[in-house]
T-cell receptor, first 111, second 115 residues
Framework: GEDVEQSLFLSVREGDSSVINCTYT??????LYWYKQEPGAGLQLLTY?????DMKQDQRLTVLLNKKDKHLSLRIADTQTGDSAIYFC???????????FGSGTRLQVQP | EAGVTQSPTHLIKTSGQQATLRCSPI?????VYWYQQALGLGLQFLLW???????NRGNFPPRFSGRQFPNYSSELNVNALELEDSALYLC??????????????FGSGTQLSVL
């Protein structure tokens, strides 16, 4: 079955760049997503990328996709304390099944 | 525009009881997804409804069930509650057959505590 893996924790200093990594197993994954969950809240869609793309940039966020290695990363430039949250990677395919999520990476930003 | 709304925010039950959780999708969205977020386990897919029909189901026992109403709102029912059902239950909605993949929009969840 599909599996999505992420490291559990990342700590960075304010102003530095953060890189959150994700690997997935399903070679038919077509759409890959990054969601953010702040304490006590639901998930907020940050950005997404199609499998035929290598990179997508959206303001401070850069998504890199290595389809050969099934590796996805999210880079947050100039990380702020407000970026502290849990970040989830998710994937799905063109069959429109529900998204499969990773276990989430907790990002801690130190002032 | 109102987002996905879930009720209640918190629910406390005892083992063996039944719980009913409710979700209203974003206006115009016809698909509703339910996920369970147990402590330390990430998001586990429960159920997907689209146009009133159950389209897919995750690896959960039959005591987890639900339905989608004609107005596209949804209920999740959990029968014979067990302690390990304690979790945050998240509802998400999306529009039908989005051309750019399924972008799910989540509610804030219902925190279910089973004592």
């Amino acid at each position: 079955g599909e599996d999505v893996e992420q490291s559990l924790f990342l700590s960075v200093r304010e102003g530095d760049s953060s890189v959150i990594n994700c690997t997935y197993t399903d070679s038919s994954s077509t759409y890959l997503y990054w969601y953010k969950q702040e304490p006590g809240a639901g998930l907020q869609l940050l950005t997404y990328i199609f499998s035929n793309m290598d990179m997508k940039q959206d303001q401070r966020l850069t998504v890199l996709l290595n389809k050969k290695d099934k590796h996805l990363s999210l880079r947050i430039a100039d990380t702020q304390t407000g970026d502290s949250a849990i970040y989830f990677c998710a994937e799905t395919d063109t069959g429109r099944r529900a998204l499969t999520f990773g276990s989430g990476t907790r990002l801690q930003v130190q002032p | 525009e109102a987002g996905v709304t879930q009720s209640p925010t918190h629910l406390i039950k005892t083992s063996g009881q039944q719980a009913t959780l409710r979700c209203s999708p974003i206006s115009g969205h016809t698909s509703v997804y339910w996920y369970q977020q147990a402590l330390g386990l990430g998001l586990q897919f429960l159920l997907w409804y689209d146009e009133g029909e159950e389209r897919n189901r995750g690896n959960f026992p039959p005591r987890f069930s639900g339905r989608q109403f004609p107005n596209y709102s949804s209920e999740l029912n959990v029968n014979a509650l067990e302690l390990e059902d304690s979790a945050l239950y998240l509802c998400a909605s999306s529009s039908t057959y989005g051309e750019k993949g399924e972008k799910l929009f989540f509610g804030s969840g219902t925190q279910l505590s089973v004592l």
